[in-house]
């Protein structure tokens, strides 16, 4: 099957990553970072206006990005670092600006760290708001657990080894992962939602271009609402299971394609390596 390139781990890196790496996948896709291991903590908090942030972005190195509203009168930021030692803490860098009313949130570390899933420092990203908050425009990590919730932007999350998940959130959404699921309930839209190695469950509220939802290796799960006008396409190397009322329905078992009310943009569904679910949504 041919979809666009993202920036997420391809199947080559999965042919040759450590077992670590694995290990993750075959435990539900969740990386785990062994408390007993990580000793050292330090904190670093920042606070700030909320009429003063406009726009938020979060690019972590290792660890997960968490932002959402909350009980609170400002924008609060909260990272956690990590490590097994003293020089492993102090090589974590953390980068919070405030420039033109975007707050830019960046951690690093040296690459080399990020090698030894087990026993790297990390750094985890907490940003709370007032709701409705600044707009939400990105949140990265390279490994770790990417949530969005109670806030709005068409946002981009993205982990090249981890979890995304998006809840209440006003926007239309990108969501991708290199390995871990991605789940996404109760947001305006689409955009894409796609991972190479997991499970997908989306609801899909609305779409406002062709968009791609699917996996690599797993199983995807649609919820469509079922006044939405769009072409459907859902294909499987397993079985295909959809509700919707299609009309100028076609396919066999691998796939179902047809228009839902008066048709529009096209809304993929797909696993390579797995089944795949497209159902009514309730609204």
Same mark, same amino acid.
């Given at each position: ?17 450590? *077992? ?20 050292? #903590?330090? #904190? ?8 003063? =942030?406009?726009?938020?972005? =979060? ?11 909350? #009980?609170?009168?400002?924008? #609060? ?41 087990? *026993? ?101 799960? =649609? ?20 509700? !919707? ?21 096209? !809304? ?7 089944? =795949? ?7």
């Amino acid at each position: 099957m041919d979809r666009n390139s993202t920036p997420t781990i391809g199947r080559r890196t999965f042919l040759t990553a450590g *077992g670590a790496a694995l290990a993750a996948s075959l435990a539900g896709c969740t990386v785990r970072f062994p408390a007993g291991r990580l000793v050292h #903590e330090a #904190e670093e908090r920042r606070s700030f206006p909320a009429s003063d =942030v406009a726009t938020l972005s =979060v690019t972590n190195a290792v660890g997960d990005v968490r932002v959402g509203a909350a #009980e609170t009168d400002r924008v #609060e930021v909260r990272v956690l670092e990590r490590a097994r030692d003293r020089a492993d803490l102090d090589d974590i860098a953390v980068e919070t600006t405030l420039d033109g009313g975007t707050l830019w949130v960046r951690t690093s570390m040296p690459t080399h760290r990020v090698e030894d899933v087990d *026993g790297t420092p990390r750094a985890d990203v907490t940003v709370t708001f007032p709701a409705p908050g600044p707009s939400v425009a990105s949140l990265r990590t390279r490994a770790g657990r990417v949530s969005l919730h109670d806030a709005r932007g068409d946002a981009t999350l993205h982990a090249d080894v981890g979890a995304v998940d998006a809840r209440r959130v006003d926007g239309y959404l990108t969501l991708t992962t290199g390995l871990g699921e991605v789940t996404a309930t109760d947001v305006t839209g689409i955009d894409r939602a796609v991972t190479d190695m997991g499970a997908v469950a989306v609801d899909v509220h609305g779409i406002r271009r062709d968009a791609d939802v699917g996996t690599d290796w797993g199983e995807a799960i =649609v919820r469509v609402g079922d006044d939405l006008d769009l072409d459907l396409r859902a294909e499987a190397n397993g079985a295909v299971d959809c509700d !919707l009322p299609l009309t100028s329905r076609s396919g066999d078992g691998r796939l179902v394609a047809g228009r839902l009310n008066r048709g529009g943009h096209r !809304l993929r569904v797909f696993s390579e390596l797995g089944e =795949v679910s497209v159902r009514r949504l309730d609204r």
